[in-house]
Each structure stands twice: as C-alpha cells, then as structure tokens.
C-alpha cells in the first residue's frame, strides 16, 4: 500500500505481504500478497464484494487464521511466532470484535453481557460492573442497563456489543459488517458511535460489502480476488 510508518506511532497492525490459501481440493488463495499499515487513530473500512476475502482477511486481522505466507504484526508483535494460548491471550487483550449478528446472551441483562466480557481477565467483580456501566453509558445505554436484548431494539443491541468490545480497552476495534443486520436509520446510529469512537483516538477497522458504510472511514480500501487498493477519498 506505500504508506510510511509514522516515526511517531508504531502501527496497530501490519500486514506483510500476507497471503492465505486454503488447501482445498482445489486450493483458493483468498488473500494475495497483501500489505497494509493501520496507524492508532486510523479509521479503515475495507470494501468489497462477497467472495472478495473479507471474512479471510478479518480472521487474520482478528488471529483467528494464520497467513500461508507473509507475516501479520499485532501492535509490533509477529503473531506468527506465538502459540495458540499468546495469540488467544493477545487477542483478549488487544482487539474487541464488533459482529453483523450482535451475538449477546439472550437471558443476560445488557449489563452481565457486558461484564462477561472480562470474566476472565482476573478484574473483581465490582470493578468489573463499574468498567461495564461506564461502557453502556459511553454508548448511550446508561438507562437500559438491566435490559434484555429481547426488549431492545437491534441498533440497541449492537450498541450492547460494542459495550463489550470495549469495556477491555482494547487497541483496535475490529467490525464485522456491524450495521448489515440494521435498518438505514438505525445503522446511523451506530455509525455515528464510530464516528465518536474515532474522534476520541480509538482505533477502527471495519469490513462492509457497503460503499455508503464503507466511505465513513477516514481510510478507505477495496478487496477484490483477496487484493487490496488503497482508494482516494474526496477531501470534504
Ligand atoms: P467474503 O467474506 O468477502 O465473502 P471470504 O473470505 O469468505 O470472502 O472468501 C474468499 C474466498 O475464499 C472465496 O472464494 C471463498 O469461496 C473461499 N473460501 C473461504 N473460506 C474457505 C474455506 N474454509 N475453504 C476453502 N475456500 C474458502
Ligand atoms: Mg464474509
């Protein structure tokens, strides 16, 4: 892609010539040769048909895969020197997932899905409810915590799952097709939450199939046949 690193800011992610082919029979290389650098701060959609690689690309991004070839840094670390349980732990730490389908346990309060999310990470339990109110409320839940997702709308809910993916601070937001459930005026609420999210320094990148989504990033990238290229934004 040709940008420079900025000496001032090591990039969130890297992507070294990766490629990925699946083994098959026959084998699809769904990413090819790809190269991108997302500085902190950089809000990159990345666009493209069904087919194009997305999801390969997101599951790499996210360490769910591993490239064929090349390499993937996660905040300076080459992930592919890692075991499972670093690249797990890495990923817990760094990178909160925003999906297309919300994925919130039905039975559970917006609030104990959100404190799930750091279940885990050896926080207490009131800590951890504090962290997970002050994360409803950045979303603008702060008076339908104890809600069930059945009794919320689905931009609500979404806003839900972007609760949890923060409430662990991590380094890089990484989104699924996160308005693709959404009506029009619904997925401008949660765009509109990036929009926030963005202006506060949070790193984002989101995958979309969508123009219109995609061109709320302040970078823009196609994927075709698993290639990127970088896109030219008009300057408003
Ligand atoms: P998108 O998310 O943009 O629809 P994918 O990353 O899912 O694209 O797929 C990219 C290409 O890789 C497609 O040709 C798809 O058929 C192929 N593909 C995806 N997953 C597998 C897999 N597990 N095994 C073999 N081919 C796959
Ligand atoms: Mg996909």
Same mark, same amino acid.
């Given at each position: 892609?040709?940008?420079?690193?900025?000496?001032?800011?090591?990039?969130?992610?890297?992507?070294?010539?990766?490629?990925?082919?699946?083994?098959?029979?026959?084998?699809?290389?769904?990413?090819?040769?790809?190269?991108?650098?997302?500085?902190?701060?950089?809000?990159?959609?990345?666009?493209?048909?069904?087919?194009?690689?997305?999801?390969?690309?997101?599951?790499?991004?996210?360490?769910?895969?591993?490239?064929?070839?090349?390499?993937?840094?996660?905040?300076?670390?080459?992930?592919?020197?890692?075991?499972?349980?670093?690249?797990?732990?890495?990923?817990?730490?760094?990178?909160?997932?925003?999906?297309?389908?919300?994925?919130?346990?039905?039975?559970?309060?917006?609030?104990?899905?959100?404190?799930?999310?750091?279940?885990?990470?050896?926080?207490?339990?009131?800590?951890?409810?504090?962290?997970?109110?002050? $994360?409803?409320?950045?979303?603008?839940?702060?008076?339908?915590?104890?809600?069930?997702?059945?009794?919320?709308?689905?931009?609500?809910?979404?806003?839900?799952?972007?609760?949890? $993916?923060?409430?662990?601070?991590?380094?890089?937001?990484?989104?699924?097709?996160?308005?693709?459930?959404?009506?029009?005026?619904?997925?401008?609420?949660?765009?509109?939450?990036?929009?926030?999210?963005?202006?506060?320094?949070?790193?984002?990148?989101?995958?979309?199939?969508? $123009?219109?989504?995609?061109?709320?990033?302040?970078?823009?990238?196609?994927?075709?046949?698993?290639?990127?290229?970088?896109?030219?934004? $008009?300057?408003?």
């Amino acid at each position: 892609m040709g940008q420079d690193a900025s000496p001032r800011a090591r990039p969130v992610i890297e992507f070294r010539n990766v490629s990925l082919t699946y083994p098959g029979p026959p084998p699809v290389t769904a990413l090819s040769a790809v190269n991108l650098l997302i500085l902190p701060g950089d809000y990159v959609t990345i666009v493209g048909p069904s087919g194009s690689g997305k999801s390969t690309f997101l599951n790499v991004a996210g360490l769910l895969d591993g490239p064929t070839d090349g390499s993937y840094l996660l905040d300076g670390i080459d992930t592919s020197a890692l075991s499972d349980v670093e690249r797990s732990a890495l990923r817990g730490r760094r990178i909160g997932f925003v999906f297309q389908a919300f994925h919130l346990l039905a039975h559970r309060s917006a609030l104990a899905n959100v404190m799930l999310a750091s279940l885990y990470n050896g926080t207490p339990r009131a800590e951890r409810r504090a962290l997970a109110v002050s $994360a409803l409320t950045k979303v603008g839940l702060a008076h339908r915590i104890e809600a069930l997702p059945s009794r919320l709308s689905g931009g609500e809910r979404q806003r839900v799952a972007i609760a949890r $993916a923060l409430v662990s601070r991590p380094a890089l937001l990484l989104c699924d097709e996160p308005t693709g459930n959404l009506d029009s005026a619904t997925a401008e609420s949660v765009l509109s939450l990036f929009d926030v999210l963005h202006r506060e320094g949070m790193t984002v990148l989101l995958i979309t199939h969508d $123009a219109g989504v995609a061109s709320r990033g302040s970078r823009m990238v196609d994927i075709r046949d698993g290639r990127l290229t970088e896109c030219r934004k $008009a300057v408003a």
